[in-house]
Nanobody
Framework: QVQLLESGGGLVQPGGSLRLSCAASRNIFNNYVMGWYRQAPGKQRELVARITGGGSTNYADSVKGRFTISRDNAKNTVSLQMNSLKPEDTAVYYC???????WGQGTQVTVSS
């Protein structure tokens, strides 16, 4: 059984920070690159950042220098530290084993004054 549970979203003012976490079942976490995606209203889901099992990372240009993805292989968790948040970062954020169709419920991030 595959489980993905995202948490940490909320309402934050522009320039603020949030840290998202995703707990994944071990059977999926150990075998895949893990990614954070987001979907804003009326837009397609997009990849925000991803991280390999060895810690190599990639970021969307829109978040480079502001977001940091990390993973704890011992705890089967992947996190996304989001700093200098902008209104355009508002979306539902999901973690996903890259290349699979496994998705959690997502966590809402709203950046607004």
């Amino acid at each position: 059984q595959v489980q993905l549970l995202e948490s940490g979203g909320g309402l934050v003012q522009p320039g603020g920070s949030l840290r998202l976490s995703c707990a994944a079942s071990r059977n999926i976490f150990n075998n895949y690159v893990m990614g954070w995606y987001r979907q804003a209203p009326g837009k397609q889901r997009e990849l925000v950042a991803r991280i390999t099992g060895g810690g190599s990372t990639n970021y969307a240009d829109s978040v480079k220098g502001r977001f940091t993805i990390s993973r704890d292989n011992a705890k089967n968790t992947v996190s996304l530290q989001m700093n200098s948040l902008k209104p355009e970062d508002t979306a539902v954020y999901y973690c996903n084993p890259v290349g699979t169709q496994f998705w959690g419920q997502g966590t809402q991030v709203t950046v607004s004054s």
